[in-house]
């Protein structure tokens, strides 16, 4: 299986606080994404890395790579409640077009 | 730019029917497109990858004879769930391949009873 592995698999903090998830992968990567799912809807892509980036900002996003321990981390500071849903990483290899996502981390914000 | 549509949004069939799911770049042309299957609070994942003009590349496990793929136009990928049992409910999603980009669809919910 390409499915690497992600914690962690539930987070529940309050508005205001930092979410930090960790992603972990098992190939060579070209790049990792992070995507955003909301309950039963399609897929919103956040950001992408490139496997020579180390980390990358964008808003309240930041995402760091590290390819010597194949994982990667996304942080959301000031978490807004609308920031709960699910986050999925995925990565495409270096032999690979389709994109192999990791088993997510499923945010709750509480205001 | 860049849009994928997915139709039906939501479909309920009985077991032993037939369904298709329909996958459509709307503004621009994919030679590749993929279908991944979402089971609830589960992640996605690869069942096939589909090239215009040519069978479809089923992942490992992927029964290809119940899940039939037609990739007939640069702009329209269709799945068909065969002979539908309740075991194949689940959240199905297809993205379309542009420069090395993968841009999804909304997903397509099917609930077999």
């Known amino acids: 299986s390409q499915q690497g592995e992600e914690d962690p698999q539930a987070l529940s903090i309050q508005e205001g606080e930092n979410a930090t998830m960790n992603c972990s992968y098992k190939?060579?990567?070209?790049?990792l994404q992070w995507y955003r799912q909301n309950s039963g809807r399609g897929l919103v892509h956040l950001i992408l890395i490139r496997s020579n980036e180390r980390e990358k900002h964008s808003g309240r996003l930041r995402v760091t790579l590290d390819t010597s321990k194949k994982s990667s981390s996304l942080l959301i500071t000031a978490s807004r409640a609308a920031d709960t849903a699910s986050y999925f990483c995925?990565?495409?290899?270096?032999?690979?077009?389709?994109?192999?996502f990791g088993k997510g981390t499923s945010l709750l914000v509480t205001p | 730019g860049a849009v994928v549509s997915q139709h039906p949004s939501r479909v309920i069939c009985k077991s032993g029917t037939s369904v298709k799911i329909e996958c459509r770049s709307l503004d621009f042309q994919a030679t590749t497109m993929f279908w991944y299957r979402q089971f609830p609070k589960k992640s996605l994942m690869l069942m096939a990858t589909s090239n215009e003009g040519s069978k479809a590349t089923y992942e490992q496990g992927v029964e290809k004879d119940k899940f039939l793929i037609n990739h007939a136009s640069l702009t329209l990928s269709t799945l068909t769930v065969t002979s539908a049992h309740p075991e194949d409910s689940s959240f199905y999603i297809c993205s379309a391949g542009l420069s090395y980009e993968q841009y999804f669809g909304p997903g397509t919910r099917l609930t077999v009873t």
């Open positions: 190939t060579s990567i070209n790049n």
């Open positions: 995925a990565w495409r290899s270096n032999s690979g077009y389709a994109l192999n």
